[in-house]
Nanobody
Framework: VQLQASGGGLVQAGGSLRLSCAAS????????VGWFRQAPGKEREFVSA????????YYEDSVRGRFTISKDSAKNTVYLQMNSLKPDDAAVYYC???????????????WGQGTEVTVSS
């Protein structure tokens, strides 16, 4: 499966962006789709994930209440709505898909190419 991430860009602090992650095929109900981010000089870190079948959502503490993950089953697409963006949120955001939920990159089998989010202060 191929994942296509999009929606990144430049936004002022306090602004919003919506990222999209489109899969090239149907996502099975057992699948988990997650978002990670990587800032320059830092490790890739977990942001959020959603279980495709149940819709259970997970968030990293620093984004909880500001970011919302959602899915459109008909489009095989996952969205990450990011509100109240902070300069610390600036990074390349990657979507990933796997068969299990986890907060470490090695849990996920497929990765998108990344989309860059820049937040100006």
């Amino acid at each position: 499966v191929q994942l296509q991430a999009s929606g990144g860009g430049l936004v002022q602090a306090g602004g919003s962006l919506r990222l999209s992650c489109a899969a090239s095929r149907r996502i099975y109900s057992s699948g988990v789709v997650g978002w990670f981010r990587q800032a320059p000089g830092k490790e890739r870190e977990f942001v959020s994930a959603i279980r495709w079948g149940s819709g259970i959502r997970y968030y990293e503490d620093s984004v909880r209440g500001r970011f919302t993950i959602s899915k459109d089953s008909a489009k095989n697409t996952v969205y990450l709505q990011m509100n109240s963006l902070k300069p610390d949120d600036a990074a390349v955001y990657y979507c990933a898909m796997g068969s299990h939920y986890g907060t470490t990159p090695n849990v996920y089998d497929y990765w998108g190419q990344g989309t860059e989010v820049t937040v100006s202060s």
